[in-house]
């Protein structure tokens, strides 16, 4: 049966009911306080809605704003910048020409485990000491890790960590007394990085902090490898943002290693008295001159300046070599120029070229190869199928070789055509064009892309 008006009233009288919204409870007085942070969230929200929907009744033909409509969710995340502005810097990977040298990378991977072991003490409210740290680090690498590498982490990233001489600790039976000073380790966080009032080292952070440890060794040894130029004769400009690869008389591996920062110390007075008490406990065990040199490093080790690293003397660049005396300067000069051009075209060369010159020295040899195939076959027309990777003596996959097909007939149209019929594609050749003159022009079309 057909509703009656009477049904159609009292849906739409229930259909308001819904519409409205109740009013949340009191927050109860024994509630935890993550229950009570929730509780006044959806208060929060339930009075922004009521304040939307008045709104879109005092104005029916307005609009709502995007700032209105996101209101809601920007509650529980605290007015947070969008995702794309604050993991911008996740999809800036780095040239993979630019490599690091080993020891660069071995610090990589401790700031890596540092960054792990200490994340997940800051998120559980713990304190972040060196000994903790030193354990974990050392149980997920199996290497020494000793406080000059935290010197060194501080160094090419001042920004990851703020870093304390702090006692009362509880130690938990490690052998350190809870009187002495401990070095601590504080990830440096932003604001909007927080749950519940609280700072959080998050996973997307971590990568973050990763990615931007890893730049500044780039960083590191871009400066160096700015230095090795200048130092060329004639010396050599490239700019940082088109760099792709080093040098190749450039040597990575030789990059000295990083000085580590100052790491903070005790007070003077708690170095001192510790001292003390080891040159006191071992007076009657040593011999006079070994209790001496005891006192001396006590009093070294009193004094703020002790212990700092000394600055290596930069190497003095190499004289140029004399063997080519008699030969004109004006040649000398033209050929070290040429030299440098090709260089600074290799240094600066896109993966993407690199890949294509690399395709494009392989042609003249597959030009060969691929008209034998369509001899062979006896037909005017091939599909891709048939040239597959077990025709060819070269070791290319059949998505590969389709790249190095098409590539063909970019740079010959009139020898080689691809034509798609339906679900098929089809491969066309000129057998009638002589082999020569395709291999000639192939490898003009290598020369001067290697030339630009």
């Known amino acids: ?34 229950l009570r942070n929730r509780l006044e969230q959806m208060q929060q929200l339930e009075l922004r809605i009521r304040e939307k929907k008045a709104g879109s009744r005092a104005t029916p033909g307005a609009q709502p704003s995007r700032d209105t409509e996101a209101a809601a969710p920007a509650v529980e995340t605290g007015q947070r910048a969008p995702a794309y502005q604050r993991f911008h810097t996740l ?31 800051f998120n559980r409210a713990e304190t972040v000491t060196f000994a903790k740290v030193k354990r974990g680090v050392q149980d997920m690498m199996r290497k020494q890790f000793e406080e000059r590498h935290v010197g060194q982490i501080k160094t090419v990233y001042p920004a990851s960590y703020r870093l304390r001489q702090e006692k009362n600790i509880p130690t938990f039976g490690s052998g350190v007394k809870k009187s002495d000073y401990q070095l601590t380790l504080e990830p440096v ?20 902090r990763r990615k931007e440890f890893n730049r500044n060794l780039v960083n590191i040894v871009k400066q160096h490898h700015e230095a090795f130029l200048a130092s060329l004769s004639p ?30 110390r005790p007070p003077q007075e708690d170095r001192l008295s510790t001292a003390q008490e080891v040159l006191s406990t ?39 070599s004399s063997a080519l005396k008699g030969v004109s300067q004006a040649l000398l000069d033209r050929i070290r120029a040429k030299e440098v051009q090709k ?9 993407r070229q690199e890949e294509r ?27 891709m199928e048939v040239a597959s ?37 089809y491969l066309k050749l000129d057998k009638g064009k002589d082999l020569g003159l395709v291999t000639e022009r192939l490898t003009k079309a290598a020369k001067e892309a290697e030339a630009l």
């Open 389 to 425: 990777p077990g025709r060819w003596p070269l070791l290319l996959f059949t998505g590969e070789m389709e790249k190095h097909l098409r590539l063909f007939a970019e740079l010959l149209p009139d020898w080689v055509g691809i034509h798609a019929i339906r679900t098929d594609t």
């Open 91 to 121: 999809a800036q990977d780095l040239p993979p020409g630019l490599t690091l040298p080993y020891k660069f990378k071995v610090l990589a991977e401790m700031f890596r485990s540092v960054d792990t072991v200490a994340g997940m003490l």
């Open 189 to 208: 966080l932003g604001e909007e990085e927080k749950v519940n009032g609280r700072p959080h080292l998050s996973a997307s952070r971590l990568l973050e």
């Open 357 to 383: 010159l690399a395709m494009l020295g392989r042609l003249p040899a597959m030009a060969r190869i691929l008209r034998n195939v369509f001899v062979a076959e006896k037909k005017q027309a091939l599909t």
């Open 235 to 264: 010396p050599m400009v490239v700019p940082e943002e088109k760099l792709m690869r080093w040098h190749p008389r450039f040597k990575v591996d030789e990059v000295p290693d990083i000085r580590p920062a100052e790491l903070p």
């Open 343 to 351: 260089l600074q075209a290799l240094m600066t060369r896109d993966p």
């Open 1 to 34: 049966p057909l509703p009656t008006q009477e049904d159609l009233a009292g849906l739409r009288c229930r259909l308001r009911r819904l519409k409205e919204l109740a009013p949340l409870p009191p927050v109860p007085a024994g509630a935890s306080i993550h």
């Open 282 to 320: 071992a007076r009657g065990m040593l011999t006079p001159k070994m209790e001496k040199a005891l006192a001396n490093l006590a009093l070294r080790t009193a004094e703020p300046g002790a212990g700092e690293p000394v600055a290596s003397k930069a190497p003095s660049p190499a004289s140029t």
